[in-house]
């Protein structure tokens, strides 16, 4: 079965400090990656799908088909970045999506 | 356009209560679907449909229906509210273009207490 699986409930960083997401995925077919974010009062709403292979805000990710993988990272975090992060699973010819758990990131001043 | 809308924002029943949530879109979308959200669970599909007239059931679709007469409507029936269905729901859109189908866009949220 697909599964999506985020391990850190909560990250929390220092201003202009790295920052990584992590993301694992279980699935047979070829998957399509997206990642969503939420931010304070607003809509979920997608920051960037594997298949653009676009920086948005500064982020970027990279599938790893070897280890399942599609972390989030940006170098140098910002407090604006603070927000519910999802990574999500799109099955294979369907519009369906699997979502992780999230995770909480928050960024100090 | 105003995207994807959501009625109520809040509401509160009782256990036994049946009540529809409302979602409606203006984009045209052929997709449409239900999700909920439960801390430390993500968001979970109730139920979708790709066009008027089809749907179907999610990873969670017990308790709830759904219908889609139009493409700009999707309503989410509870039948009998359970306090497990405290949550909030999200609707959401999509569309197909490009051989692919595209980024979905959700709306605002409701949020859902039984008692």
Redesign the interface.
Known sequence: AQRVTQPEKLLSVFKGAPVELKCNYSYSGSPELFWYVQYSRQRLQLLLRHISRESIKGFTADLNKGETSFHLKKPFAQEEDSAMYYCALQIQGAQKLVFGQGTRLTINP | NAGVTQTPKFQVLKTGQSMTLQCAQDMNHE?M?W?RQDP??????IH?S?GAGITDQ??VPNGYNVSRSTTEDFPLRLLSAAPSQTSVY?C?S?Y?SGGA?N??F????TRLTVL
């Open positions: 997709y679907s999700y430390g669970m993500g968001l979970r599909l979708y790709v999610g990873e999200f959401a999509s197909f189908w980024e979905q959700f709306g605002p949220g």
